[in-house]
Structures are given as C-alpha cells and as structure tokens.
C-alpha cells in the first residue's frame, strides 16, 4: 500500500502546509534528497500545541504534539511534492523537546512523530536515522520541533 493509501486509510487530517514565519523554505530538494525544515504541532485549526514538558504538559501530551508536527510535515511533503507517494524513504528525524531540565525521555516524546512515518510509509522505509533531545524553549513556545530529510522519487 502506497503512502497517500495508508494516510486514508488511517483516516488522518492533514493540518495546512504551514506558511515560514521567518526567512527560510519548508522544502528544500537536493539531488533525491527532501529537508524539511524545523516544523511545530500545527493543528487543523492553525494552532499550535504549546507548553513544556514536565511543567504542564506529561510524556503522553508530549507525543501526542509530536505526532501532530509529524502531521504538518506530511502536509508539507504533499504541498511541495503533489504527493506522499513521491517519498521512498525517512532518512533522518532531529526532534527537539521544549521541557524542564530534569525531564529525560526526549526520545519517547519523538516516538510520536516515528511511530507516525513508520505507520504512512511502512517500516522498512518510515523509520531513518534519528536524534532527540532536549531544549531550555522552543519558538513561541510551542512544545516540539521537528525537521527531517527524505528521499525522493
């Protein structure tokens, strides 16, 4: 099953393509390469999931706005590409963590946006090379970022 079948079939919403709010592309191609710049939890609302974890917000609140910034990186890939399907495969996740010093387990947060692409393009090719880790603040508070690089057919 192709990447756009298994988003349907999942029944996801895509939040919109967001818009850059400093001097930057969402999407730069490469040779057959796709980096996605740094992306929040976007909702389909045209919100984002703010707080930090360990103060306010538990593991579980984390991995739930990582999921959804992995869901605005979908939406841009499909912006910029035409289509999910053009992606082969996950090469690389940076995850970052807006969280209080003592907090830990930034890879368990980041899981919500693997566990994601593992789910739209399968496990062989939705699970890359990965880094986690954790930040004193993130832009406008939101409560992760994450940029990542694609191969591209």
Same mark, same amino acid.
């Given at each position: 099953m192709n990447?756009? #079948?298994? !988003?349907?079939?999942?029944?996801?919403? *895509?939040?919109?393509?967001?818009?850059?709010?400093? =001097?930057?592309?969402p999407l730069v191609i490469c040779g057959g390469l796709a980096y996605v710049s740094g992306?929040?939890?976007?909702?389909?609302d045209k919100t984002l999931m703010t707080g930090r974890v360990g103060?306010?917000?538990?593991?579980?609140g984390g991995k739930v706005a990582?999921?959804?910034?992995?869901?605005?990186?979908? #939406?841009? !890939?499909?912006?910029?590409?035409?289509? *999910?399907?053009?992606?082969?495969?996950?090469?690389? =996740?940076?995850?970052?963590?807006?969280c209080t010093p003592d907090f830990q387990d930034h890879p368990k947060v980041i899981n919500g946006c693997s566990e994601l692409f593992a789910d739209v393009f399968g496990k062989e090719n939705g699970i890359g090379a990965r880094s986690a880790v954790g930040m004193?603040?993130?832009?406008?508070?939101?409560?992760?970022?994450?940029?990542a690089v694609f191969e591209i057919a």
């Open positions: 990447p756009e #079948a298994r !988003l349907a079939e999942m029944n996801l919403e *895509l939040p919109p393509a967001p818009k850059p709010l400093a =001097v930057y592309k992306h929040g939890p976007l909702k389909a103060a306010g917000i538990d593991l579980e990582a999921r959804q910034t992995g869901l605005a990186i979908l #939406a841009t !890939l499909r912006s910029e590409l035409g289509s *999910l399907d053009r992606v082969k495969r996950v090469i690389k =996740v940076l995850g970052m963590v807006n004193v603040s993130l832009p406008g508070d939101i409560t992760v970022e994450i940029e």
